[in-house]
C-alpha cells in the first residue's frame, strides 16, 4: 500500500487539538473610582475552551495590575494575590466581588461611570501565551455586581 504524504499530514492536521485557543470574554466591567483613588477592581467572565490559565491582565488605567482571590484564612476573609488563575476547558470561570479578581493599582486617571476601559487579558495554554483584547464597562462605585 503506498502512503501519501500530503494525506496523512492533512489528516494529522485535522486531528490535533489546537495548541491554544481563544478564551471567550463576556460581562467585563470596572468598579468606578472617586476622584484621587488609585485602586479599583476589573471583573468578568472567562471560558476557555482548553485547559488555560490567566497570568497577567495589562491596561493603560493602572501602573500595575494583580490577579486576586478572596479566601477564608483562620475564620477571617482575606484577599491576597495568586501567581495565575486555572481556566479549565469548558468551564466559565467568573471574577467578581468578593471572589477571584483584578485589582488594578496606581490608577492614571479616575474611573468614570460610563467609560470604556481597554484591557489585554494575557492567556497561558500547553506553555504558549496569548492575549485577548476587551473593553470593561466602568460601572458605579455603589452598585453591586449583576
Do not use: C, Y
Not at 13 to 24: M, W
Not at 59 to 87: F, S, V, W, Y
Not at 90 to 102: I, K, S
Amino acid at each position: 500500500m503506498k502512503l501519501h504524504l500530503p494525506m496523512i499530514l492533512a489528516a494529522a492536521l485535522f486531528a490535533a487539538p489546537a495548541a491554544h485557543a481563544q478564551a471567550d470574554i463576556t460581562d467585563p466591567w470596572i468598579r468606578a473610582t472617586v476622584t484621587e483613588q488609585k485602586v479599583t477592581g476589573a471583573f468578568m467572565k472567562i471560558t476557555s475552551p482548553v485547559d488555560a490559565k490567566l497570568i497577567d491582565v495589562r491596561t493603560a488605567l493602572a501602573g500595575r495590575t494583580e490577579i486576586h482571590e478572596m479566601a477564608m484564612i483562620d475564620g477571617t476573609m482575606k484577599m491576597r494575590q495568586i501567581p495565575n488563575l486555572p481556566l479549565p476547558a469548558g468551564v466559565t470561570v467568573e471574577l467578581r466581588p468578593g471572589g477571584f479578581h483584578v485589582m488594578l493599582f496606581e490608577l492614571t486617571t479616575q474611573a468614570k461611570e460610563g467609560d470604556t476601559v481597554p484591557l489585554t487579558l494575557v492567556i497561558e495554554t500547553g506553555g504558549k501565551q496569548e492575549t485577548v483584547e476587551v473593553s470593561a464597562a466602568v460601572r458605579p462605585l455603589n452598585k453591586p455586581a449583576p
